[in-house]
């Protein structure tokens, strides 16, 4: 897991930590000192750690005159045991939220497992954003993460599933992948080409 670091082939266009907008700004990071883990596994260090043991993510594009965010996860998304979405709002969501944030792509390529608890997280974080057409959409789920997430019915408050598996988001611009998830959304038939 060491060698999976986040996509930066969008990094001329945006860096989270010089971003005075983003919870990240500021940070530092080692290309050599790994330090964060998921169980026993490290992680490459360029990961944002947000206050979970086992769930790091990586905001890789923010635009706040169209208000929306592309932020890529890794790791065990567990809510069970270590309450994630709960790290995940209010150390991350809200602070963009507040920022003009209401659109979410969450990449979920390299989310491993999923346990679920309960939905009020996801309640509160749809409730912040859907006065403003704001929509959350996880894309790239495994099948047996999607299951989970359908079994604590998730699917009232975020959207995921087979229209939102099938995109190939990294050949693409950011601008391009949030048109293409945005009219999925949408239920239109708008394709990345290639």
Aim: proline content about 4%; glycine content about 4%; overall charge negative.
């Amino acid at each position: 897991m060491h060698d999976l670091e986040p996509y930066f082939q969008w990094r001329d266009q945006y860096i989270a930590s010089e971003d005075k907008q983003s919870p990240f700004y500021g940070r530092e990071y080692s290309e050599f000192y790994f330090s964060n883990k998921v169980y026993n596994y490290y992680i490459h260090p360029q990961w944002d750690e947000f206050g979970s043991a086992t769930l790091y993510l990586k905001v890789l594009f923010a635009d706040y005159d169209q208000g929306y965010a592309i932020i890529e996860m890794i790791g065990e998304w567990n809510d069970c045991l270590y309450n994630d979405v709960m790290y995940l709002k209010r150390e991350v969501i809200d602070h963009m939220v507040d920022k003009g944030i209401y659109k979410f792509i969450l990449l979920c390529d390299n989310v491993l497992i999923f346990h679920g608890s309960d939905d009020c997280y996801y309640e509160e974080w749809y409730d912040d954003i859907k006065d403003d057409d704001g929509w959350i959409c996880l894309v790239n789920t495994l099948p047996h993460v999607e299951e989970e997430l359908e079994d604590i019915r998730l699917q009232y408050y975020v959207n995921f599933g087979e229209r939102f598996n099938e995109v190939n988001w990294r050949p693409h611009t950011p601008q391009t992948l949030f048109r293409v998830v945005e009219a999925l959304m949408k239920e239109e038939v708008l394709r990345l080409p290639g």
